[in-house]
């Protein structure tokens, strides 16, 4: 049985917090949070400790394994903190903004050698994962073209808006940037990035871009499109298409049910989930479950954080892109 | 260039007319109908004559081969006028009512070794001939079940009803009948058939039988079952499918595009084709030609009188069951 | 939290008893089986106590509720005995293959009063009840016709096949005749059946029915067809289809993952999920969720005993058509 | 009856002499060809003359309508002597490949107000129609991304790829290009395009891009991507989605058949369509009619010669920055 402390408990802290009170061999000992009520609220349901004070948590000697679901900007303090205690990790996806500390966070931590694992959940997902195989046994050859469409239901609120403009690169698209390189096993060399503010000023206050295009070119020479929105009001509509020379394959939706309705003006099937805690259930499951066969094992976790690292500065060379119009060179 | 006679104007005559009219090495030389009005319009919608006198057409030593379109009854002095004639024939189903007459049309025919083709269209559907393809190659062993969806959108008009009572069976069913016997190569031993009426009395004035439900078992074990609906408000739902020891096929409906909606209530697409002239336009114009390639090649047409004879047996069959409310077994 | 005594270990108990684990206000107690290795086995996996005595299990008061997941002969013994000791009852279908037994059963658990369910899982598959819910909210209107597709990909092994003759009835379809029941508010007024044995000499030793189709008369009217089999080779085929005044609604398949893959020979998807236990993972948690429910609230689970008597009276009308070749009317 | 002079009798030449033979209005006068015995050929299998002289064809009174199927270098001069000739001319697309000839052209034929139509044919098929028309009726709102997938199953024969170098945009993408303006009603203002070579020296010696990725951006916002192979080995793929403020459309695949196969290792349907002759048949017949009509009517077709210089417009600039690396800004 393995103790974990959660850091976090806001949005997708609680979804972490039932995963791990539903897994067999793991436990959830502590929730830390600032918002002192929220803390003991996710806490009381699922019978762990509560503080406000990460050192008290981290110093429970139980305590095997740390996931982080606080805002971006503080992750870096958070791994350090617990590298130092010598907690395996499980930080969410980006883990930061800001290259500079990503870079000195991951000297510190390479130096106390904890597992160390990002939240990039997409890689868990059954039909996702299945294409993966299928790219990687070879299936359709070498990979020529893959297409992703990466679009959220919503924007996020205004103050999250605020906190990490350009956030339709920084905390969607980084999704189908590890994606890409995953799918791939391969490393951009170009990306080419146009937005556009399509909300109106009441949903959009602060005129992020809520709707962009890129074009990434890989090392390897396969082309990539990916596409996002924060307004597909039909549902939460995550595919990917690979392309290749010997056939194409195709992650496709997900929904509730699969009833079909025939009636005078067509046949009319369920709209896409609408949540991505919902689309992606299964995945958030089997990411937790892999972090804790990991920690078991003593090996390390599918997604380092290297991997984390490379994603955000897909990331940041997007939107150099996009503020610039031009295609922007990456280098490793 | 084989010149036709067509026999009757009503329903479904134009669509032969138009698909004589584009066929290469067709042409519709005379239009016969008691309706001269009738007759005269689609004939020279054609270029072609027309006559309320069917020896008048059947005189015309260029006509090698005669369409016959009139309602049911009137069937089988046509067909005897045009065997002895000396005409190719090519009869819409069913050949009659009443298996007296058609055993009696059939000796008649006989004598004059006239070819001679059963409208059974569906037989050149595209898809249901993909399925009979992938059955007789062998592709899902030996058939163990077969299941029939048989709609139509809309019962026929009152008089249409009154002139042919128990028309799911004489008029729709006998389709799948012919089917059952085309996909499985095999006859039936033995029908159940339950009826309803499940219109309102306006709808259906005469309480004619408007939703059925057939059990078929066949001489070679295969079980069958076959369900037909004249209120199918959604479209013309058309389907089959075959199980068998090596797995499925499924022959599916066909609608107007490929167009998906995606909204907020879910995601649709077209409604199922509404008139089954637009179903199986494709399958008229298969039929058409296969029976033109047989004049011209002098061998027999691909559906044959015992086939028009054997359908109406087991629709006859199926009325009785449907009366009495026991199975009936069939002998040959 | 409610505490459960699961009796018996074999095939399906397992599925119970990870999902008692996983529920956060039940506890998996005492495991009873007759075959001591196997309940200590299962009761180890879940920190529970192991015995193949029923009675001291219910001789423990902090057991509220049993889970009877034993062969069907044994039930009714199980039921009565868990009923005088004062526990709710959860039962796997069939409550019995003997009428008399059933009946006798039932008259001494109405004494008691204790909360009852047979566990007809299928009503809490989402697809099936989001089918239900439209049929009655009168989306489709007077349904007309229902057709259910219920197939296995495989026979079950001999001694079990010889322990319940024609099981294709009272094991398989006996959860179609509930969900007719169900979804159409409605009782059967008769019943025909026609079965084959379709599998060899090896597979199906001792020749009972491995395929069946079935027809059945509403007391509303509504035509239902119902075709089964145990050689699903391409998987677990459950499928349901209703035809209304209105429209038609058709619940589907379910498949792994949405993945499509297109090469030259064509568009391939992934098999339909091959056990009945992936098939119905869903349903099988959400049955157990709302016995928990009723337990917790004191209201009478969703179904009854009658429920499960009306389902064996129809599968029991349903063998003696097949034997007789003749329909037989049901009466209540 | 409208007669034709059609000229190049190659590649899509006995597509529209098909055509036309089938349309009951119209009439395939004149093969014209260079190659005698190619013209002669088409010419005799449609009751036609043939000649290798088109002012002999044009000079024919009856002679009301020229069909343009030669290589794109050879169109504006044919376009202006049936112009000064006073035929209505249908002209298959591009217009010509150097931007000064077609402007050049459109200056001639300005001058004699001949009827003129491009051969875009896909604005004429069944399901790119619905889609362009319910995003014109406002279904989507505010269209803000467009995604379209242009695949061809092979690369063209080297000659033809050597007289025409750049030819995924100028022969391929310039369908999708012209149907971005006609679905959006909308202009670009920037073009980004990569290509790349994907197959091998023996598929494409010429070292001619096989593959593409292109983002537009329009004047009134929408982004637009188009990825275009010439090795979409699993059929001709053709998709447009359009994304909008209240929902999204896809015009998707077409296959021969609705047939599906379950088996063991999943379900499969029939490939795409291969070819684009038979992908796009009926948009072939519809763009002819349509002609047809307006020559009948003395209206203008519904896709002008400034429709034909715009797409080609879009298509220089998109090689222009294939070969540069950036966007390239478009101005009218």
Known sequence: MIDFCLVGAGFIGPVHAANLSAHPRARLAWVVDLNVAAGMALAAQHDAHATSDLGEALADPNVRAVIICTPPRTHTPIIEAAARAGKAIFCEKPIDLDMTKVDACGVALAQTRVPFCVGFNRRFDPTHRALHDAIRAGEIGRPEMLVLSSRDPEISPPDYVAAMPYGIFYDTMIHDFDMVRW??????????????????????????????????????????????????????????????????????????????????HGIRR???????????????????????????????????????????????????????GMPVTLTN
Chains 1, 2, 3, 4 share one sequence.
């Open 270 to 324: 369920d709209p896409l989930l609408y949540f991505f805690i919902d689309r992606y259930a299964e995945s958030y499951r089997r990411e937790l479950d892999a972090f804790v066969q990991a920690v078991e094992a003593g090996t390390a976790p599918a997604i380092g954080f290297d991997d984390g690292r490379r994603a955000l500065m897909i990331a940041e060379a997007g939107v150099q892109s996009a503020k610039s």
């Open 183 to 264: 799918l791939l096993a391969d490393e951009p060399v170009e990306i080419y990035a146009r937005t556009a503010c399509m909300l109106n000023d009441k949903e959009n206050p602060h005129r992020d871009p809520d709707t962009a295009m890129v074009v990434l070119r890989m090392a390897g020479g396969t082309l990539v499109h990916v596409n996002s929105s924060f307004r597909a009001v039909y549902g939460y509509d995550q595919r990917i298409e690979a392309f290749g020379e010997k056939g194409m394959l195709i992650s496709g939706n997900q929904q509730a049910t699969t009833l079909e309705r025939h009636g005078k």
